[in-house]
């Protein structure tokens, strides 16, 4: 090793060191601040408790003896509250007003260890007028707590107008965002308050607004099926065909919810029903894999076939899929293919390469819509696996009988996983006697166990191994 070597050894070794020291003194540093505080804490903790006490009782006689105390009035308990916060969330308001006086040494800011103001404790307790008292006092209506959500959006999550107006009336940002790009305005449209709603768009409220998703306020009121503040937004010129990134459109929304009447209202007012997503899924296979039946009966008339064509899948697969057979009733007697197959940009996304409805009902192991399907005249073998060895490897009989019944090939193969004549269902099924009795009775072929399609390459091989070993010899 070279002294270069060597001072590059010693300068790694020492850096480590210093590492580990720099750990060792901060940590030290750590415990001696959380001993002294401990200290000092236990040193008043009997006066502190006391105040609490005090606050909690609202007894106010007490309350001014203790006022001169500012010091006191500084002090946390080991959760990060200060008597202040204890005051914000009494409903009588003479006490927050004295501790708020007594309370001069503090900015207003400070917060709990759960990321609390003295502010966003009056929010979450419901108290206006606390609101209104802290307020007055010089709190900031922007500080957000640890989750990044603003006064605001906490009262508008509360339903109080009172409460929300006094924080636009004290310089509160609508369009003031939290981590994950959510506004008052998002969170008035998830808690269905219309009356907020309107107060936030005469307050700079914009129906414009994304979340991290790219979602609007009409999206999410769409989402959580609130009618009311849909008209109210539509009102206000949201735009009723908004497209999330992921291609999502507000009627795609909507229809998740299941509500009728917020269907009704943005068809009413433009929605396109034949905007498909990234996903190649529009409203109606929405309404169908959810079983919203009133939304389904509502769309059907509305979504063209061009549409469907396009989006490469029949809302009957997505009905199938989603296991409702009233949705598959609704759909076969509107006319809809029992036997449609799912476009190759579609199917292409499933490892089993799975095209027809039936084949969804049987992988789920949905006896019902597999008899309602085959009973309308679904074909089971359309699907390059075949659903009935997809039924025989899960060991379902009762879909197995309905598949034979139906005409199934139960001598079928997937060719994707055997280039024998095995039979491909008794394969599946070599460890299940009583599905391999089923199969055999409904004429499976079992001669051609025996039978090898490779010829006799085999025996060829074994005698040229046979010729060259002697030869050796």
Excluded at 64 to 75: A, G, K, M, R, W
Excluded at 79 to 96: F, I, S, T
Excluded at 196 to 215: A, C, F, P, R, Y
Aim: aromatic share 6%; net charge negative.
């Amino acid at each position: 090793m070279t002294d270069l070597d060597q001072q590059g050894v010693d300068h790694a070794e020492g850096s480590d060191d210093e590492d580990l020291l720099d750990a060792q003194v901060q940590q030290l540093i750590q415990e001696l601040c959380r001993a002294h505080h401990q200290t000092r804490t236990s040193s008043r903790s009997s006066e502190y408790i006391n105040l609490i006490d005090v606050i909690q009782k609202c007894d106010l006689v007490a309350l001014h003896e203790l006022y001169e105390n500012t010091e006191l009035f500084s002090q946390v308990d080991g959760r990060g509250w200060y008597p202040l916060h204890w005051a914000a969330v009494q409903p009588e308001g003479r006490v927050l007003e004295i501790v708020l006086y007594a309370s001069c040494r503090l900015t207003l800011e400070e917060t709990t260890a759960e990321g609390e103001t003295f502010l966003t404790s009056a929010v979450n307790a419901g108290l206006v007028d606390n609101v209104k008292m802290i307020l007055k006092h010089g709190a900031s209506p922007h500080t957000t707590t640890s989750r990044n959500e603003s006064p605001l959006l906490l009262a508008v999550r509360s339903g109080s107008r009172k409460m929300v107006s006094a924080m636009l009336n004290a310089g509160a940002k609508v369009g003031q965002v939290c981590l994950k790009k959510w506004t008052a305005m998002h969170e008035a449209a998830r808690t269905g308050y219309a009356h907020i709603m309107e107060l936030l768009l005469s307050n700079g409220g914009k129906v414009t607004d994304t979340d991290q998703h790219g979602v609007t306020p009409l999206g999410i009121a769409a989402e959580y099926s609130h009618a009311e503040v849909l008209e109210v937004l539509i009102k206000h010129g949201a735009d009723v065909n908004a497209q999330a990134p992921n291609g999502d459109s507000v009627l795609y929304d909507a229809t998740g919810s299941g509500n009728p009447d917020c269907v009704n209202i943005l068809l009413q007012h433009g929605a396109n029903p034949n905007m498909h997503n990234l996903s190649f899924q529009l409203p109606i296979h929405k309404a169908a894999y959810e079983g919203h039946y009133l939304v389904l009966r509502t769309l059907i008339p509305l979504t063209t076939r061009r549409a469907l064509r396009l989006a490469g899948q029949s809302p009957v697969h997505s009905a199938a899929d989603g296991g409702h057979a009233h949705c598959l009733e609704l759909l076969l007697q509107s006319g809809y293919d029992v036997n449609a197959l799912l476009a190759p940009h579609v199917s292409e996304n499933y490892a089993d390469m799975r095209r027809s409805p039936l084949y969804f009902t049987v992988a789920n192991g949905d006896r019902t819509c597999t008899e309602l399907l085959l009973r309308s005249g679904a074909q089971p073998d359309l699907d390059p696996l075949s659903c009935l060895l997809v039924a025989v490897r899960a060991g379902r009989y009762e879909i197995v009988k309905l598949l034979l019944a139906a005409k199934a090939d139960v001598n079928c193969y997937f060719t994707a996983v055997t280039d024998t004549v095995f039979p491909t269902a008794l394969l599946y099924c070599l460890k299940d006697e009583v599905m391999m009795r089923l199969l055999l009775n409904q004429g499976l072929d079992a001669e051609k166990c025996f039978c090898c399609s490779h010829g006799d390459s085999w025996d060829y091989d074994v005698e040229d191994n046979d010729q060259e070993e002697k030869a050796t010899v």
